[in-house]
């Protein structure tokens, strides 16, 4: 059974820092490309950032050098570091297995930026 199970999101105020994890399993994680995303209150899903396997990274333009995406594969774990949070960061974060298509969705975490 495949699982992707996210924690680490809550409220921080605006210039913060959080960091989001995905626990995985079910599922060859090492061989899978993995990403964030995010749906804000009537919006649409996006992409945030991907990790390919081999460990490359890209972000959204908005977050770039702000954001890292990371993975420890011998826990099967990526992470999200989060840093100068801004309001328009608010939104739930999903982790998500395969890149540009998603095989499997987490649930996803909230993260509220706020003062």
């Known amino acids: 059974q495949v699982q992707l199970v996210e924690s680490g999101g809550g409220l921080v105020r605006p210039g913060g820092s959080l960091r989001l994890s995905c626990a995985a399993s079910?599922?060859?994680?090492?061989?899978?490309?993995m990403s964030w995303y995010r749906q804000a209150p009537e919006k649409e899903r996006e992409w945030v950032a991907v990790?390919?396997?081999?460990?490359?990274?890209n972000y959204l333009d908005s977050v770039k050098g702000r954001f890292t995406i990371s993975r420890d594969n011998s826990k099967s774990t990526i992470f999200l570091q989060m840093n100068s949070l801004k309001p328009e960061d608010t939104a739930v974060y999903y982790c998500?297995?395969?890149?540009?298509?998603?095989?499997?969705w987490g649930q996803g975490t909230q993260v509220t930026v706020s003062s």
């Open positions: 079910g599922f060859a994680f090492g061989r899978h490309h």
């Open positions: 990790i390919s396997a081999g460990s490359n990274t």
């Open positions: 998500a297995a395969g890149y540009p298509a998603v095989d499997y």
